[in-house]
């Protein structure tokens, strides 16, 4: 009997939700800036470089 391969690479629906979520940052991020709220700023900051440490996780993980 053979056994079933595993895939450990990344599917395009993380790389897509990767990109979602660092897009969602930066206008957070922005609405931020536009309207003078730092905390709101600074939590798109986060979610934007969130979203880009998922992105390299995705890109690493989708290399053999």
């Known amino acids: 009997m053979t056994a079933r391969p595993t895939n450990k690479h990344a599917?395009?629906?993380?790389?897509?939700?990767?990109?979602?979520?660092?897009a969602k940052g930066s206008v957070q991020e922005a609405i931020g800036k536009l309207i003078g709220d730092d905390e709101?700023?600074?939590?798109?900051?986060?979610e934007?470089?969130?979203g880009a440490d998922d992105a390299a996780d995705a890109d690493a993980a989708s290399r053999p």
């Open 48 to 50: 934007k470089q969130a």
């Open 11 to 22: 599917t395009g629906d993380e790389a897509a939700a990767a990109a979602a979520r660092e």
């Open 40 to 46: 709101a700023r600074r939590r798109g900051a986060a």
